[in-house]
């Protein structure tokens, strides 16, 4: 079955709520009218029976009964199939009115009736309203019935013209609905028609962010914003490809000229160790290199996990600082808090031990693979809600250029140089870092210094 477009099936929807509105504001208003037709013509019959009780209790003589004759001389108001009469204190019939009113049982029940309660009405099942009113000064009753004729002829021709303007309306509504969401979604059929072109080949193209500050412009600035970040995952993505060729094409060609050399010419005892020295060192980079690569293959499918311990940061850090100091003797590390936390709690998070070791200790590395001094400075500020650790160090400043690819696979700023290396520990640690809801900036806060600052959420957040 063929699905209804959205201009149908929005014209559709606001066609309903329209025709649910008028239907229950047409029914409000013909329930309203109906009760205001009843009750105004139930006091028109009271008014009517107390006018012409009136005019008989006035003109009445000795000789009962009276003849209506003489009261509609005088009051010539009737009631479509009007039927009037009278009853004294004996239950006698002292007035009728027409004449011709036979009378075979009085419809009155004397006990609803008392100095309190001198009103009684009804309707039959045939419309037909009663009204019998009791006057206790004389003790007669007053029996009055009508069909309100005039008022049903209006209440058929309100429904017929309720009907008709539900009608008409619920026409009009659709007609005007459909081209308003017609018109609407203009926008959007646009975007539609500039989203089937934007291809792999074209991301730099960006689709047309109207004036209006409604949704639409909302949708297009979030679909631009949208494929800005596709082009520079695509520009990276081309990029990893290409270090990473460049990396192990490298190392692979050296090794080969190497074996050639070895393979062609004759070489002493020492010479063939040396080959053989530079071969495991090549290897030995190919390894770390392959690793490095699988690193980020695997961190990348890495989420946040629930389970991971609670890990104390200040305890984790003199760890890896004293391991560092094995692996570089040269190395001098500083530890100090900024300010003194109030709670433990301030220095947990949670994490992986194994992860969080690890880019501490690639930090350390790098403060003492690029300081000039081979001395790294570590601040810890704690807080209840963030942990924020600065690792500083003295040496050649980034330019603003560098720190924008800082966090780019194979990327190696000026200072890099000279030194060995991938340009993949960066990009692991800012993995690690993103895995555990923290964030890692580089700053410049003095001349000739380097930080990098690590902010981690504390159990407490």
Request: hydrophobic share 40%.
């Given at each position: 079955?063929?699905?209804?477009?959205?201009k149908l099936?929005?014209?559709?929807?606001f066609?309903?709520f329209?025709a649910?509105?008028?239907a229950i504001?047409s029914?409000f208003i013909?329930?309203?009218y109906?009760?205001?037709?009843?009750?105004d013509?139930?006091?028109?019959?009271?008014i009517e029976?107390?006018?012409?009780?009136t005019?008989?209790?006035?003109i009445?003589g000795?000789k009962?009964?009276?003849?209506a004759?003489f009261i509609?001389?005088?009051?010539?108001?009737?009631?479509?199939?009007?039927k009037l009469?009278i009853?004294d204190t004996?239950?006698r019939?002292v007035?009728?009115m027409?004449?011709?009113?036979k009378?075979?049982?009085?419809?009155i029940?004397k006990?609803?009736?008392?100095?309190?309660?001198t009103?009684?009405?009804?309707?039959d099942a045939e419309d037909?309203?009663?009204?019998i009113i009791?006057?206790?000064?004389?003790?007669n009753?007053?029996?009055?019935?009508?069909?309100?004729?005039?008022?049903?002829?209006?209440l058929?021709t309100l429904?017929?013209?309720?009907?008709s303007?539900?009608?008409?309306?619920?026409?009009?509504?659709?007609?005007?609905?459909?081209?308003?969401?017609?018109?609407?979604?203009?926008?959007?059929?646009?975007l539609?028609?500039?989203m089937k072109?934007?291809?792999?080949q074209?991301?730099?193209?960006?689709?047309?962010v109207?004036?209006?500050?409604?949704?639409?412009?909302?949708?297009?600035?979030?679909f631009?914003a949208?494929l800005e970040?596709?082009r520079?995952?695509?520009f990276?993505?081309?990029?990893?490809?290409q270090?990473a060729s460049?990396?192990l094409?490298?190392?692979?060609?050296v090794?080969?000229?190497?074996?050639?050399?070895?393979l062609?010419?004759?070489?002493t005892i020492e010479?063939?160790?040396?080959?053989?020295?530079?071969?495991?060192?090549d290897?030995?980079?190919?390894?770390?290199?392959t690793?490095?690569?699988?690193?980020?293959?695997?961190?990348?499918?890495l989420?946040f996990q629930?389970?991971?311990?609670?890990?104390?940061?200040?305890?984790?850090l003199?760890e890896v600082?004293?391991?560092?100091?094995k692996n570089?003797?040269?190395?001098?590390?500083?530890?100090?808090?900024?300010?003194?936390?109030?709670?433990?709690?301030?220095l947990?998070?949670?994490?992986?031990?194994?992860?969080?070791?690890?880019?501490?200790?690639?930090l350390?590395?790098?403060?003492?693979?690029?300081?000039t001094?081979?001395?790294?400075?570590?601040?810890?500020?704690p807080?209840k809600?963030q942990?924020?650790?600065?690792?500083?160090?003295n040496?050649t400043?980034l330019s603003?250029?560098?720190?924008e690819?800082l966090?780019?696979?194979?990327f190696r700023?000026?200072n890099?140089?000279?030194?060995k290396?991938f340009?993949?520990?960066l990009?692991?640690?800012?993995?690690?870092?993103?895995?555990?809801?923290g964030?890692i900036?580089?700053?410049?806060p003095?001349?000739?210094?380097n930080?990098?600052t690590?902010m981690?959420?504390?159990?407490?957040s």
């Amino acid at each position: 079955m063929r699905s209804i477009n959205i201009k149908l099936r929005f014209a559709l929807l606001f066609t309903s709520f329209v025709a649910v509105i008028l239907a229950i504001s047409s029914a409000f208003i013909y329930v309203l009218y109906s009760s205001y037709r009843e009750e105004d013509y139930f006091n028109r019959i009271f008014i009517e029976g107390s006018e012409v009780y009136t005019i008989f209790s006035e003109i009445k003589g000795d000789k009962e009964p009276l003849p209506a004759k003489f009261i509609q001389e005088v009051h010539d108001k009737t009631l479509v199939n009007e039927k009037l009469f009278i009853v004294d204190t004996l239950g006698r019939v002292v007035f009728k009115m027409p004449d011709s009113l036979k009378i075979n049982t009085l419809p009155i029940d004397k006990s609803k009736f008392n100095k309190k309660n001198t009103i009684y009405r009804y309707i039959d099942a045939e419309d037909v309203q009663h009204v019998i009113i009791y006057f206790p000064e004389s003790a007669n009753y007053v029996y009055t019935s009508g069909y309100d004729k005039v008022g049903f002829r209006k209440l058929k021709t309100l429904t017929v013209i309720l009907g008709s303007v539900f009608i008409g309306s619920l026409f009009l509504t659709a007609i005007i609905s459909f081209l308003f969401v017609n018109e609407a979604l203009k926008p959007l059929v646009r975007l539609s028609l500039q989203m089937k072109r934007t291809t792999e080949q074209n991301l730099s193209e960006r689709i047309d962010v109207p004036s209006s500050k409604d949704e639409i412009s909302q949708i297009a600035k979030n679909f631009n914003a949208m494929l800005e970040r596709l082009r520079k995952a695509f520009f990276f993505q081309k990029n990893f490809v290409q270090h990473a060729s460049h990396e192990l094409r490298t190392p692979l060609a050296v090794m080969l000229s190497q074996t050639e050399s070895a393979l062609h010419n004759q070489h002493t005892i020492e010479e063939y160790k040396k080959i053989l020295e530079s071969l495991r060192e090549d290897q030995q980079q190919m390894i770390e290199l392959t690793n490095s690569l699988l690193l980020i293959s695997q961190y990348e499918k890495l989420d946040f996990q629930d389970d991971w311990p609670a890990i104390r940061v200040d305890e984790l850090l003199y760890e890896v600082v004293e391991i560092a100091q094995k692996n570089m003797p040269d190395l001098q590390v500083s530890i100090e808090f900024e300010t003194i936390p109030e709670q433990d709690s301030w220095l947990i998070i949670k994490g992986s031990d194994s992860l969080i070791r690890s880019v501490f200790m690639n930090l350390i590395k790098n403060a003492y693979k690029y300081s000039t001094d081979r001395t790294a400075k570590i601040s810890i500020i704690p807080s209840k809600q963030q942990l924020v650790i600065h690792i500083d160090n003295n040496g050649t400043r980034l330019s603003p250029l560098e720190v924008e690819k800082l966090m780019i696979p194979f990327f190696r700023g000026a200072n890099a140089h000279g030194k060995k290396g991938f340009g993949l520990g960066l990009s692991i640690i800012h993995r690690i870092v993103t895995i555990h809801g923290g964030k890692i900036h580089y700053q410049t806060p003095a001349n000739k210094m380097n930080r990098f600052t690590i902010m981690f959420p504390t159990i407490n957040s």
